[in-house]
């Protein structure tokens, strides 16, 4: 990292201001993962529920450094031509091709196959050099000179065999390329790397002890306000806590997929739009769709929806 960023990870209570500075509202503990998986070199697991910052976390940190955030979006069947590298076979197709019509040359003054042999062996490690190399985004992040932050993001939608493939680059900062040997990250500019997990399946041990563990939860109604202050500040104060005391009492409730911190602020924006003024239960009803996003889970929602609308306007008058 450079002199200026080494100062705005100095220490927990800077990274928290620069991290709220650009409307990331978290805590402490969050601000100090960042800190120590800094100054010990390590990646950051950060698991909890989808919607609650963890990728946002990434991005805002690469903002905060003004480093590039390569990202790699995880998926069933990645595999490493797709994240590490792979061969530029076009390439190396056009330069067989020049290679044939030049085969007279190459040869010229060769005595017997022994020496042509071996006068073409010069030529067949060009293949796999890294002029024909493609990377990928792993691979990126550890060529970049100046640093990067690397967000693995959804590692829980991968296979367990692609878990092994991140094992070298997480604990040595290194990848192997057989045809190649190993490259290595500039020892000074580490890439920062987070990994986020929804928890769909669990990770394995060998993968989390080479990471930092962070869990962001829903966060609690105090900063959930802070959250939509910073994200939407042009929200009358009175509406946004009574839209957060709503969505409070839903996460309560017994639903397939309770509205995250993505929802709330994007109903915030909603009722923005609609010229909201204060919650009732028809407009709640005509905007249940942008905090859920499953049928059955509006219907158990409308079945309460007049008291649980009632709770959050007597909280807040």
Known sequence: MTLKNEK????????QEGLEQLDYIGNQQIATAVFLAYHLEKPILI????????TELAKTVAEMLNLECIRLQCYEGLDESKAIYEWKYGKQLLYTQVLKETLGEILDGAKGLTESVSKLHEFGDIFFSEEFLEPRPLLKALKKEEGCVLLIDEIDKSDHEFESLLLEMLSDYQLSIPEIGTIKANEKRKPLV???SNNTREISDALKRRCLH??????DANLERQIVQARVPQIAENLRNQMVTFIQELRDMDLKKVPAISETIDWA???IL??????DADLVRQTLNVILKFQEDIETVEAELQSVTNKALKENQ
């Open 8 to 15: 705005k990870l100095a220490n927990v209570d800077i990274i």
């Open 214 to 219: 962070l869990y962001i939860p829903f966060p």
């Open 269 to 271: 924006r909603t009722l």
């Open 194 to 196: 987070f990994l986020t």
């Open 47 to 54: 698991e909890g529920p989808p919607g609650v910052g963890k």
């Open 274 to 279: 609609l010229h909201t003024e204060s919650l």
